[in-house]
């Protein structure tokens, strides 16, 4: 089902929220608070960010958004029709103790940035190399530019100790961008963001100067990251020279292993990029980004992973009455929404397309110096993005697409989980070890076309035909797997048949949209469906009784459908 609608001048990725803290498990953010934030010219000028454009874009939630709810927005908020606030880390803080026998700090040397290491091992040389006190200028100028001293302890005669925080970024890194108020459904909120027009000649020449609050957070691993995963990261970027190369090589590697839902869950205490990696080798979203970002970060390039929703899918619009009627790629159905607002948007701004967002994503984000955060697609079923222009959209969208059929699931094992269902906001902590998928064994060795069973039966063979297509699609059943099988392959007749992306439910709630006479009916041979193949694996007594007496409305609306769009094709 739609969530968001976006009227912009190109494809646009919009964040929920970044997370900085890998745990093997999944990812968590480090503490946060929230901030306000409005661009000056002044800040515009100094900011660490270059190469930026501004976008005009309008976007409409089909659900109401309630006050600290993520903001759906891409880029660096410049104004914004409603209010919000920028959730940033926390600033980093460090207590480092001064003595003249040892220079230490509150936590090991080893676990601090890398500036701040260099900072500490110079002052350790001026105070082996003196018999003075070090003094507060001395101190200072040895200090990373952007470290304030907070507090000095000082003894008899040296300084004992100094407390460091690290001044914020301009602009402010955030990791989400949140309602300050209440915002209702079907309203929209206008918005000018700033997104990376980078080129790719930019990026190779960006180097490594990074910023010290780059260095606090975005190169951390766990303690106990397997080495086959660091040793993979150093053979894909062997032969790279620099940070864009790299992420670049990571992306093109993961972009080669397989895109799916049928995964299992990697097992208790298992390393969930390590798992996806070597053993996997498949996967959906969440473990591409969690995998690139890793490896990016296991290569000394400071990265972060993002969930939000991806482009979407450009829609056809035309204006009857006051509403927007939509039709989907693939000709699936029509909805008209009562948002004169676009409208409005769109005939204002002839450049402006209207994007339909159905489906969560999680991609990689590489810092660059001068350049800010730029995303990475390592996903093979989303398109790479495109540097210095926005990004393309996936061939299937541009030109429409028809599933394969659905079947029988045989893994009874996994749990349900609608990982990029649309239902499901990301917004808090994505346990990425613990993201088991829907299986969906796809059989799609039974496409014969429906006209056969319209032909007369002068042959046997005809009449055999006929009849093993009456029991594998028209036939009644009781069985909720085969109910379900059956519901898809005769859908795909008529150009209905789900994604590959699409779990039960999803798949379930489309086809209740277009055929309401029958919305109960389906929604509970899925939920049967489900049931089976993921909880207990029979179906009960009176299940199999409903499924019996469900399945003929189902077949019968289904064929319904299939004849009268064949009628109308052959009338045009």
């Known amino acids: 089902e739609p969530v968001l609608f976006v009227a ?3 494809p646009i990725y919009l964040r929920a929220r970044s997370y900085d803290e890998y745990k093997g498990w999944g990812w968590e953010t480090s503490e946060t608070s929230l901030v306000s934030f409005k661009w000056t010219p002044e800040q515009r000028a100094e900011a660490e960010a270059q190469e930026l454009r501004e976008l005009e874009i309008v976007v409409t939630s089909l659900s109401p958004l309630s ?9 660096y908020p410049v104004a914004v029709s409603t209010g919000y606030l920028l959730e940033v880390p926390q600033h980093s803080r460090y207590r480092i103790e001064l003595e003249r026998s040892r220079l230490a700090s509150s936590i090991e040397l080893e676990s601090l940035p890398l500036d701040l290491q260099q900072s500490i091992q110079r002052l350790q040389e001026l105070t082996s190399a003196s018999d003075k006190p070090l003094t507060e200028a001395e101190i200072k100028s040895i200090l990373p530019g952007d470290l304030a001293i907070v507090s000095w302890a000082h003894g008899d005669e040296d300084i004992l100790e100094i407390v460091l925080e690290r001044r914020a970024p301009i602009p402010p890194d955030a990791l989400s961008i949140r309602s300050a108020k209440s ?15 980078a080129t790719e000649g930019h990026l ?5 100067n990074y910023p010290g ?8 691993l766990p303690e106990d990251m397997p080495t086959r995963v660091v040793g993979l990261a150093q053979e894909l970027t062997d032969n790279a020279d620099t940070p864009y190369e790299k992420a670049i090589a990571i992306r093109d590697y993961l972009r080669t292993l397989e895109y799916t839902l049928e995964i299992e869950a990697p097992p208790d205490g298992a390393d969930g990029v390590d798992y996806f990696l070597f053993e996997l080798e498949r996967g959906y979203c969440q473990y591409f980004a969690s995998a690139m970002t890793v490896l990016l970060r296991a290569s000394g390039v400071p990265s972060r992973m993002v969930v939000g929703y991806g482009p979407g899918e450009t829609i056809v619009v035309s204006q009857p009455g006051r509403g927007i009627h939509t039709t989907y790629p693939g000709e699936l159905f029509d909805l008209t929404m009562p948002d004169t607002a676009i409208q409005h948007r769109l005939s204002e701004k002839p450049g402006h397309s209207l994007f339909m967002i159905r489906n969560s994503h999680a991609w990689c984000e590489v810092f660059f110096p001068g350049y800010g955060w730029i995303p990475f697609e390592p996903t093979p079923s989303y ?3 495109t540097r210095g222009g926005p990004p393309s959209l996936p061939q299937e969208y541009a030109e429409g697409y028809v599933g394969d059929f659905p079947s029988h699931t045989e893994n009874r094992d996994t749990v349900l989980s609608e990982a990029e269902d649309v239902d499901t906001l990301p917004g808090e902590t994505e346990d990425i070890a613990s993201l088991p998928t829907v299986r969906e064994d796809v059989d799609t060795g039974m496409s014969w076309p429906f006209w056969l069973l319209g032909l007369s039966i002068p042959f046997t063979g005809v009449g055999v035909v006929a009849c093993l297509l009456w029991r594998r699609l ?3 059943t009781n069985e909720p797997q085969v109910a379900y099988a059956r519901m898809g392959y005769l859908a795909a007749l008529s150009r209905l048949g789900p994604r590959q992306t699409h779990t039960p439910y999803e798949y379930g709630r489309t086809l209740q949209i277009i055929f309401p006479e029958t919305s109960l ?13 993921y909880g207990s694996p029979y179906a009960s007594e009176e299940d199999r009784a409903l499924i019996g007496t469900l399945w003929p409305q189902v077949r019968s609306t289904l064929l319904n459908h299939i004849l009268h769009s064949r009628l109308l094709n052959k009338l045009q």
């Open 8 to 10: 912009a001048p190109s």
């Open 67 to 75: 006050a600290g709810e993520p903001i759906w927005l891409g880029g």
């Open 183 to 197: 915002h209702a459904g079907d309203t929209p909120y206008y918005a000018t963001v700033l997104v990376s027009a």
């Open 204 to 208: 190779l020449t960006a180097g490594m």
């Open 213 to 220: 609050w780059i260095l606090d957070r975005y190169l951390q």
């Open 383 to 385: 398109a790479v993005v």
């Open 474 to 476: 028209l036939g009644n």
């Open 521 to 533: 009916a389906i929604g509970r041979i899925v939920d049967t469906y489900v049931q089976v193949c």
